[in-house]
């Protein structure tokens, strides 16, 4: 069982809009899997526009906040820093599929600073996409879907397998961050 | 990447039928998981004083220095696992996560293949790997593998004849 802190519908729904206003006039670039040792791509596992979010943005404060906040509550990890906040659009067909979100070098030694913590939220209204749910690997067993509705928010292992089902219509909107440190010890 | 350290073919064929034959007769018992769904093998637990144990808790702590560089304090007694025909085990973990662990938790875990697959068939270890295909670091007699205890991992179903491997956990205080 892959073990998460989660808000349900902790941010507002007009506040979530003005955050998908804000950000998805500029959205970047066509995601790529990267093979840990910066090479190869795999698009058949990932289609997502991703945009990277300046620190400076109040909501890169938010969301890190939020990742401390279950740090403290419930990980207890040395965390250090964040890495810079993504808004990832899925479009009808858009997935990503089961991963971790870890970074192994070819040596098999986590690149450092290390992720240790994953945050996800989900900015868009149920009623706006079908499909595209955030799922947890659980083994054979049925996955865990944590995110809960418009506005909530999922923080998890950075090594713990999850994916986003193919979107089957309509786009979902989302925010991503992941909080690092020293090696685990 | 599910990470792991491996040995090929390191304990002879020779020394792995010698454990094979001392643990065999060790009293065992079944272990079930689900009701027989996810899992079912034999085990037998090895004393903590039998060199064996020593030996496998050696290979655990050298792969931890060559590259995962956890605080281990200790370890869980090893067991010496007999999967039958039907017998294997699904997709799961070792450390389970699921809130408020108390320390020592189980952060590496150890395999060891003593059986010569040519006894048995198939019974493969793979490890979960998402979208990539499962990876097989343990094919062959004498073989070790060391991994992280909370990657999920599994025994296909034994097909044919008998193959028994060692287990062992190696434990410390909640990661950091």
């Given at each position: 069982?892959?073990r998460?802190?989660?808000?349900?519908?902790?941010?507002?729904?007009?506040?979530?809009?003005?955050?998908?206003?804000?950000?998805?006039?500029?959205?970047?670039?066509?995601?790529?899997?990267?093979?840990?040792?910066?090479?190869?791509?795999?698009?058949?596992?990932?289609?997502?526009?991703?945009?990277?979010?300046?620190?400076?943005?109040?909501?890169?404060?938010?969301?890190?906040?939020?990742?401390?906040?279950?740090?403290?509550?419930?990980?207890?990890?040395?965390?250090?820093?964040?890495?810079?906040?993504?808004?990832?659009?899925y479009?009808?067909?858009?997935n990503?599929?089961?991963?971790?979100?870890?970074?192994?070098?070819?040596?098999?030694?986590?690149?450092?600073?290390?992720?240790?913590?994953?945050?996800?939220?989900?900015?868009?209204?149920?009623?706006?996409?079908?499909?595209?749910?955030?799922?947890?690997?659980?083994?054979?067993?049925?996955?865990l879907?944590?995110?809960?509705?418009?506005?909530s928010?999922?923080?998890?292992?950075?090594?713990?397998?999850?994916?986003?089902?193919?979107?089957?219509?309509?786009?979902?909107?989302?925010?991503?961050?992941?909080?690092?440190?020293?090696?685990?010890? | 990447?599910?990470?792991?350290?491996?040995?090929?073919?390191?304990?002879?064929?020779?020394?792995?039928?010698?454990?094979?034959?001392?643990?065999?007769?060790?009293?065992?018992?079944?272990?079930?998981?689900?009701?027989?769904?996810y899992?079912?093998?034999?085990?037998?637990?090895?004393?903590?004083?039998?060199?064996?144990?020593?030996?496998?808790?050696?290979?655990?702590?050298?792969?931890?220095?060559?590259?995962?560089?956890?605080?281990?304090?200790?370890?869980?007694?090893?067991?010496?696992?007999?999967?039958?025909?039907?017998?294997?085990?699904?997709?799961?973990?070792?450390?389970?996560?699921?809130?408020?662990?108390?320390?020592?938790?189980?952060?590496?875990?150890?395999?060891?293949?003593?059986?010569?697959?040519?006894?048995?068939?198939?019974?493969?270890?793979?490890?979960?790997?998402?979208?990539?295909?499962?990876?097989?670091?343990?094919?062959?007699?004498?073989?070790?593998?060391?991994?992280?205890?909370k990657?999920?991992?599994?025994?296909?179903?034994?097909?044919?004849?008998?193959?028994?491997?060692?287990?062992?956990?190696a434990?410390?205080?909640?990661?950091?």
């Amino acid at each position: 069982m892959a073990r998460y802190y989660s808000w349900d519908n902790i941010i507002s729904k007009s506040e979530c809009e003005r955050i998908i206003d804000d950000c998805k006039s500029d959205l970047g670039e066509i995601a790529k899997v990267g093979d840990g040792v910066g090479g190869s791509t795999v698009d058949k596992y990932r289609k997502t526009n991703i945009r990277w979010i300046d620190n400076d943005r109040l909501i890169a404060k938010l969301i890190y906040g939020f990742v401390r906040e279950a740090n403290d509550a419930y990980f207890h990890y040395n965390i250090t820093n964040h890495e810079q906040i993504q808004l990832g659009e899925y479009s009808t067909g858009g997935n990503y599929d089961y991963h971790q979100d870890t970074i192994t070098l070819a040596s098999g030694i986590e690149s450092l600073p290390t992720r240790k913590l994953s945050v996800s939220v989900l900015l868009s209204d149920r009623q706006d996409f079908e499909g595209g749910e955030f799922v947890m690997y659980n083994g054979g067993k049925e996955p865990l879907k944590p995110l809960k509705g418009q506005g909530s928010i999922v923080v998890f292992d950075s090594s713990d397998f999850h994916a986003v089902e193919p979107v089957t219509s309509g786009v979902r909107y989302s925010l991503v961050m992941w909080a690092r440190g020293p090696l685990f010890k | 990447m599910s990470r792991y350290w491996s040995w090929d073919k390191i304990i002879p064929k020779e020394e792995c039928e010698r454990i094979i034959a001392d643990c065999s007769n060790i009293e065992g018992y079944r272990g079930t998981q689900e009701k027989e769904l996810y899992g079912r093998i034999f085990i037998r637990l090895v004393s903590a004083s039998n060199l064996a144990t020593k030996l496998i808790y050696g290979f655990a702590h050298e792969a931890n220095d060559a590259m995962f560089h956890y605080e281990i304090t200790g370890h869980e007694q090893m067991q010496f696992v007999q999967y039958a025909v039907d017998d294997r085990l699904q997709y799961h973990q070792d450390l389970v996560y699921d809130g408020l662990e108390v320390a020592p938790i189980r952060k590496l875990s150890v395999s060891v293949l003593l059986s010569d697959p040519k006894d048995f068939e198939g019974g493969e270890f793979e490890m979960y790997s998402g979208f990539k295909e499962p990876t097989k670091p343990l094919t062959e007699q004498g073989s070790v593998v060391v991994f992280e205890s909370k990657a999920y991992h599994g025994i296909t179903p034994i097909t044919s004849g008998v193959r028994y491997s060692l287990v062992l956990w190696a434990t410390g205080p909640l990661f950091k």
